[in-house]
């Protein structure tokens, strides 16, 4: 059952009919619950209805009364009463009562808006769906004084006790909405906030967030931040699935040890996959058919948590260690432009165009360490991939030493290994017929395939600032799964298909490389990449060995070679010779008449440029 056609309306003198399955319901509901609902009468209740003083709810498919709610004044219209809430048994546990109570609510507010809105009830749900719209459980003391109002209780089973107590208790629960007390609250409220805001204001201006990777760059910032313009530094860690639990414990520790006041570690892990990495997969996503793009893509999920975290805290200063050579600058920048546009985004290694060299100086002079590994390559790790930077990558001819690769090649010249991956419309599942989600898969093909030193190169292109640039990355997953995904989707999709995703991928690979992933032109790119994988469903074998791998074939239900009645340079059952022969001539016919004029044109020229030359200058 949905509520998707069910109308929330005041009644009108159209609804009248209704009001005897009203009648009936409210009378039914009162015996079930055994207390509460008070009997009212069909004239009752259609006096209500003709007035507009009741909110009624129409299955417009049935054309059937669902639910009902009706308000009416007290005392001169000081106190409004909503009551006779119902709703059919069929349509419960939907969320209609909240819906009901919700537009009686906004009702009575609209024709008595300075009256106190009460009601009672014995049931929690309601008792709790008032809490929400403002009330408060009150004495019967504090309700409406008017005799006429308790009197249409005598039918209520329990009448008899609320004479008893004088009619100022009884088991329902009295809640009130008083209007006055409501913008008395509301004004100390606000004033209060105004003068939290005013603090608050100042203490912010003197906060700022750092992000924080632990690295040589980022420990700078910690320092700089402190020593130089006196701010309060809160660092944060965004684990794009780069670092072990150890690994961000070091961290932190040496974000206290540099004097953040506060640190967070936030993991974005699954929806960096979700929302990024498959997509990449899907596309069959390499820049310039090389790279990827494993840091490209995971600084977008990074600026976007640290601008949130920044809005969260109420924080307006932003800093990020990129320096003013690389594309990392201008993805953070875009993010914590469009997600914090008020924030002030600081960049000491940029403004200040330090060397490494000199950051690692001035951290010394402070007493903080430097990591030895800190002082010769820059690495970044997630998920998708590790980039390495260093000396060799600022030349054109030089290849980054073993040292500079986070992991050692453990398989001697030797060693040989078969794989099999599972692919699911698209995404890996399974790894040597082991069933798990996709990101144990990316992590298990990583740990498996770099042992051999697979997914190791250096990537040279163009940067978003227009300057050629080369990074070393070493990426064991990302290159396998996509040259798997690609080969499985090369036998199971049209050619069509494949054409149009070719084209769309460049981009969405282009979008995401340069920071762009919150245009929505993205999430048009990503639908399509999305329906495409439907039948991409399969396992593909995959060969490694020391420093390479090779991509041993397919096997897919939907596989369209296996499924086509001919074999590529050997046998045919789909057509003949002869509808080959027809075939080539009608798909030449254009091409053919195209070079039977341009043989007409060179005969019609009798005399040769030569000879028109020679006699010029003769």
Not at 594 to 615: C, E, G, H, R, V
């Amino acid at each position: 059952m949905k509520l998707s056609h069910v109308d929330i309306v005041i009644a009108n003198s159209t609804h009248c009919h209704f009001a005897s399955a009203i009648a009936v319901q409210i009378e039914e509901s009162a015996k079930q619950r055994k207390t509460g609902i008070a009997k009212r009468s069909v004239n009752y209740l259609q006096g209500k209805i003709r007035s507009k003083h009741a909110v009624i709810a129409i299955d417009r498919l049935l054309n059937q009364i669902v639910g009902f709610c009706y308000i009416e004044s007290w005392q001169d219209k000081a106190y409004v009463s909503n009551s006779g809430l119902i709703v059919f048994p069929e349509y419960r546990n939907l969320g209609l009562s909240k819906a009901l109570k919700s537009k009686a609510f906004m009702l009575a507010r609209e024709y008595y808006p300075n009256a106190k809105i009460f009601g009672l009830t014995t049931n929690p749900q309601v008792m709790r769906i008032n809490y929400e719209l403002g009330y408060e459980p009150a004495a019967f003391t504090g309700l409406t004084t008017d005799k006429t109002f308790w009197q249409g209780c005598a039918s209520c089973v329990n009448f008899t006790i609320l004479q008893a107590k004088g009619y100022q208790n009884c088991l329902c629960t009295g809640m009130l909405y008083d209007p006055q007390r409501k913008q008395k609250q509301k004004e100390q409220i606000e004033q209060k906030e105004q003068g939290v805001l005013q603090n608050n204001k100042m203490e912010q201006s003197m906060k700022v967030i750092v992000a924080f990777s632990g690295g040589l760059d980022t420990s700078f910032c910690v320092k700089y931040l402190q020593q130089e313009h006196d701010l309060e530094v809160h660092t944060v860690t965004v684990n794009t699935g780069g670092f072990t639990q150890i690994e961000l414990a070091q961290i932190e520790r040496r974000a206290y040890q540099l004097g953040a006041k506060t640190h967070q570690s936030i993991d974005v892990t699954k929806d960096f996959y979700q929302e990024c990495v498959k997509f990449l997969i899907f596309a069959n996503a390499l820049k310039n058919n090389c790279y990827p793009l494993s840091v490209s893509a995971e600084r977008a999920f990074q600026a976007m948590t640290i601008a949130k975290v920044a809005n969260m805290m109420g924080i307006t200063k932003i800093a990020h260690g990129c320096t003013g050579a690389g594309n990392d600058q201008v993805r953070f920048d875009l993010m914590f432009h469009i997600l914090s546009p008020e924030a002030q985004i600081i960049t000491p290694i940029r403004d200040l165009k330090l060397s490494r060299a000199a950051t690692q100086e001035y951290l010394i002079k402070h007493g903080a360490s430097c990591s030895e590994s800190s002082k010769n390559y820059s690495i970044n790790k997630g998920l998708w991939g590790t980039s390495v930077g260093g000396v060799e990558t600022l030349s054109s001819h030089l290849y980054l030493k073993d040292e500079a690769w986070p992991t050692k090649i453990a398989k001697t010249q030797d060693r040989e290994e078969t794989l099999k991956i599972t692919f699911i419309n698209g995404e890996p599942i399974a790894l040597n017929d082991e069933l798990s989600n996709s990101i144990q898969v990316i992590q298990k093909l990583n740990d498996i395939a770099s042992q051999y030193g697979v997914g190791r190169d250096i990537h040279v292109g163009d940067t978003i600032i227009n300057i050629k640039g080369r990074v070393g990355f070493e990426a064991p997953a990302p290159l396998i799964l996509i040259k798997a995904h690609h080969l499985l989707e090369k036998h199971v999709l049209t050619k069509a298909q494949l054409k149009i995703k070719t084209s769309l991928s460049d981009t969405y690979a282009e979008m995401v490389h340069e920071g762009q992933f919150l245009d929505p032109a993205a999430r048009d790119i990503e639908a399509l990449l999305l329906s495409t994988q439907a039948k991409v469903t399969g396992d593909v074998f995959v060969k490694l060995y020391p420093l390479h791998f090779v991509l041993l074939g397919i096997q897919s239900e939907h596989d369209l070679m296996q499924a086509q009645n001919a074999k590529y340079g050997e046998e045919n059952a789909s057509f003949t010779g002869d509808d080959v022969k027809g075939f080539t001539k009608v798909m030449s016919t254009q091409l053919a008449a195209y070079y039977q004029l341009q043989n007409k044109d060179k005969s019609a020229k009798t005399t040769p440029l030569s000879s028109i030359k020679a006699a010029v200058t003769g």
